[in-house]
């Protein structure tokens, strides 16, 4: 489970990485612009702090995999970041409409991709602490 934790902390990286191309990427400076100024700042702040907790979640899987996988409170972490991304999956799929990928070729692969990785991740962290 080492080397699956190693794995899932490169990939946390990249994905905390790849938040900081979202107000490019969802031109938020059009779509966000109708918001108070309140609201507009509260995405940007939010998703600067959920890239910098999945950015620690990945810094603590590269450095402390040993730890997650072998000891009581180790385990205990995993669960509960397993359960956390088990519920990151659930919203996947029921948090958001389809009609946000549904019929549009990269957004469904990007949806597949995604799906496959919250479950991935979810199984590992669970797995950790089960076994």
Do not use: D
Not at 47 to 74: D, K, P, W, Y
Not at 78 to 100: E, H, M, P, T
Request: aromatic share 18%.
């Amino acid at each position: 489970m080492e080397l699956h934790l190693k794995i899932i902390g490169v990939l946390l990286l990249i994905l905390a990485l790849l938040h900081f191309s979202f107000p490019k990427y969802f031109n938020w400076k059009q779509e966000l612009s109708l918001l108070s100024v309140m609201n507009r700042q509260m995405m940007y702040v939010h998703t600067f702090f959920i890239a910098f907790v999945v950015f620690l979640i990945g810094v603590l899987c590269l450095t402390s995999s040993t730890e997650l996988s072998n000891t009581t409170l180790g385990k205990r972490i995993s669960l509960c970041l397993g359960i956390f991304w088990l519920v990151r999956l659930y919203v996947q799929f029921f948090g958001y409409s389809s009609k946000i990928w549904k019929g549009k070729s990269f957004e469904t692969v990007i949806h597949i991709l995604f799906s496959i990785f919250w479950t991935y991740l979810s199984t590992v962290f669970v797995l950790i602490y089960l076994v």
